[in-house]
């Protein structure tokens, strides 16, 4: 968590911190809505960098209901 929402300052920190506890052994599919940090080229470049194992998948453009149940926890945990 940060006070800060770019790129730099969320994802990448937390997809390192993820990916140094838990390595990719099979294909991955990394599931996210269309936020500006998890379509930015800082972040798909790293995706990118692992030649088809890890595959980005974002929400339907204007539909909140793919991220309905993520939504849901995260609102709970940042009110709590």
């Not at 140094?20 to 599931?31: A, D, G, R, S, Y």
């Not at 595959?55 to 995260?74: L, P, Y």
């Amino acid at each position: 968590m940060n006070d800060n929402l770019s790129t730099e300052a969320t994802i990448i920190p937390a997809w390192n911190m993820t990916i140094n506890k838990h390595k990719i052994t099979k294909e991955l599919i990394f599931h996210s809505n269309r936020g500006s940090q998890y379509a930015s080229y800082a972040f798909t470049n790293i995706i990118k960098k692992y030649n088809g194992i890890v595959k980005q998948s974002m929400s339907r453009k204007g539909n909140c209901w793919d991220n309905a149940v993520a939504e849901s926890f995260f609102k709970s945990l940042k009110v709590e």
